[in-house]
């Protein structure tokens, strides 16, 4: 059969590179997918250390401006 149709097995043969070209693309891609989800995850994780950290800074904050306020309140009120 080999030798009756070598069209065929031309087109065989062609079909099976773009396979493997296409099998070692998707294994690139998923190396890339993995990559990049590992970076991502990284960054998301540092934006929430710098959220919980921001939401300390802000609670600090308004403890002081609370502070101001109400001795502003009894500086006012003896006047």
Do not use: C, G, H, W
């Not at 396979?19 to 294994?27: A, S």
Request: hydrophobic share 40%; glycine share 0%; no cysteine.
């Amino acid at each position: 059969m080999d030798k009756e149709n070598p069209v065929a097995n031309y087109q065989i043969e062609a079909i099976n590179e773009l396979l493997n070209e296409i099998k070692i693309e998707q294994t690139n891609l998923s190396e890339n997918l993995q990559k990049n989800f590992s970076v991502i995850m990284s960054k998301l994780m540092k934006m929430q250390e710098y959220n919980k950290i921001e939401d300390m800074t802000n609670q600090v904050f308004e403890m002081r401006m609370s502070n101001i306020e109400d001795l502003l309140f009894k500086i006012s009120s003896k006047v």
